[in-house]
């Protein structure tokens, strides 16, 4: 049983809720722990086709880190707290072979903005904000977010942003390539079941493979196409590929099976 995250299973789609609206679902060891085990869980479970990742209460998806757990941290100590966690949850999410989608429902700073980062894709509700207000603590994002959040909104907007440490509304988020919907916070959940259920029709391996063959790309490495090029043969070799090509020429909807 979990103590700071919610979890439901409806249709394939695990809902991970950070459960700590008192501290506005602010990230501590004992959430890193818990959702590195979701992530597992999502991962190994053949009933599972995807996870959204959202935060409980009107105000905060995740509102950054417990600042609470630094004090007393030395440089290797701090260091080690960042390479834990990216290994146990963020790097781990952003590999995650099936989809995972963050609902940002309010604050997404610091951490929160990097957990949402870290997922394949996100949507936010028009109250959202966000932002990596780590400069105002002495410190630069220590789960990804200087990689990620270039990747995402290009080298210009995320220095100024990173260096500013401001906040960052939905309409920006939006319009910067940081969310790709943005919508009023009462239609979130559905919106984004919506779009995961859409992609849970597709094929399994299909869908893993551009997870993996995309983070190549975001990474800019010389071996992308070369990549594609093989898991493109592959995958023709897979059951799902005939029975795509079969509903195709057939003009029905196709029925895939993961195989």
Known sequence: MYQTILTSLNNRILTITINRPDKLNALNKTVISELSEAIDELISNKLIGAAIITGAGPKSFVAGADISEFAGLDGKAGEALALRGQAAVFSKIEN??????????????????????????????????????????????????TQRLTQLVGKGRAMEWMMTGGLIDAATALQSGLVNH????????????????????????????????????????PNGLAAEAQAFGALFDTADAKEGAAAFLEKRKPAFKGE
Do not use: W
Not at 115 to 134: I, N, S, V, W, Y
Not at 195 to 202: D, E, H, Q, R
């Open 96 to 145: 995650c072979p099936k989809p995972v989608v963050a609902a940002i429902n309010g604050f997404a700073l610091g951490g929160g903005c990097e957990l949402a980062m870290a997922c394949h894709f996100r949507l936010a509700a028009d109250t959202a904000r966000f932002g990596q207000p780590e400069v105002n603590l002495g410190l630069v994002p220590g789960y990804g977010g």
């Open 182 to 221: 943005v919508v009023p916070a009462a239609d979130l959940m559905t919106k984004t079941t919506e779009i995961v259920s859409t992609i849970l029709t597709k094929a399994p391996r299909a869908i893993s493979e551009v997870i993996r063959l995309t983070n190549l790309a975001a990474l800019g490495d």
